[in-house]
C-alpha cells in the first residue's frame, strides 16, 4: 500500500514536471522564433497550470471522489483550450489535436472510476483498474511527447482523414444513387 501511494506521488510529480518542460521547451521555441505557433504555447501553458494546480489540490488519503475533481479539471481545462483555438487562428497542431484526444480519454476514464468507486461503490479490484492505470499514464506521457514534438506520433491525425474522406466518398455515392433517378426523370 505504502508503495503505491508513493509511486502515485512520484508519478504525479514526474508528468508535472513534463509538463512543464513541454511549456519551457514551446516557449523558448516562441522566444528564438524557430516556431510562430501561439496554439501550442498556450495549450502547453494551460496544461501545465491545469495539471500543476490538480497535483497541489491532491491527498494521497482522499477518497473516490478525487476522480470527480480530476475530471473537472480535465473538462475546465478542455474548455479553456477550445477558448485558445477560438481567439488565436492558426492551423491547429498535432499537440493540440493529440492533447483534447487525450484530456477527452482520461475524462471518461476519471468518470468511469468515480462510477465504480463511489456510485457503485466497489471496493474490490478488478482488470478496469488495471486499464485506468496503465490508461491515464501512457496518455499523460503522450501528450508531453507531442507537445514537445508536435506530430502525429500514432497516425491518428492521418487515421481520422482517412475515415473523414472514406465517410464522405460513401455518403455522396451513396445519395447519388438516390438522386440520379429523379434527375433523369426530371430531364424527360
Known amino acids: 500500500m505504502y508503495f503505491e501511494k508513493s509511486l502515485a506521488v512520484f508519478m504525479g510529480g514526474f508528468v508535472v514536471w513534463g509538463f512543464l518542460m513541454a511549456m519551457f521547451f514551446n516557449l523558448m521555441l516562441l522566444g528564438?522564433?524557430?516556431?510562430?505557433?501561439?496554439?501550442?504555447v498556450g495549450v502547453s501553458i494551460l496544461m501545465f497550470i491545469s495539471y500543476f494546480t490538480s497535483d497541489h489540490f491532491y491527498n494521497i488519503f482522499s477518497g473516490s471522489e478525487?476522480?470527480?475533481?480530476?475530471l473537472i479539471y480535465d473538462l475546465i481545462t478542455l474548455f479553456l483550450i477550445f477558448l485558445v483555438c477560438y481567439f488565436v487562428k492558426s492551423n491547429r497542431s498535432a499537440g493540440v489535436f493529440y492533447v483534447v484526444s487525450g484530456l477527452i480519454f482520461n475524462s471518461v476514464l476519471f468518470l468511469c472510476m468515480h462510477y465504480d468507486l463511489a456510485v457503485k461503490g466497489n471496493s474490490e479490484p478488478w482488470w478496469f483498474w488495471s486499464f485506468y492505470s496503465i490508461g491515464?499514464?501512457?496518455v499523460d506521457l503522450l501528450m508531453i511527447i507531442v507537445l514537445i514534438v508536435d506530430r502525429d506520433i500514432l497516425g491518428l491525425i492521418s487515421l481520422k482523414n482517412y475515415v473523414k474522406q472514406r465517410v464522405k466518398n460513401q455518403s455522396s455515392s451513396f445519395l447519388n444513387k438516390f438522386t440520379q433517378p429523379f434527375q433523369i426523370?426530371?430531364?424527360q
Open 32 to 40: 528564438f522564433k524557430a516556431k510562430k505557433d501561439i496554439q501550442l
Open 66 to 70: 478525487i476522480y470527480l475533481v480530476w
Open 136 to 138: 491515464v499514464n501512457i
Open 185 to 187: 426523370q426530371q430531364s
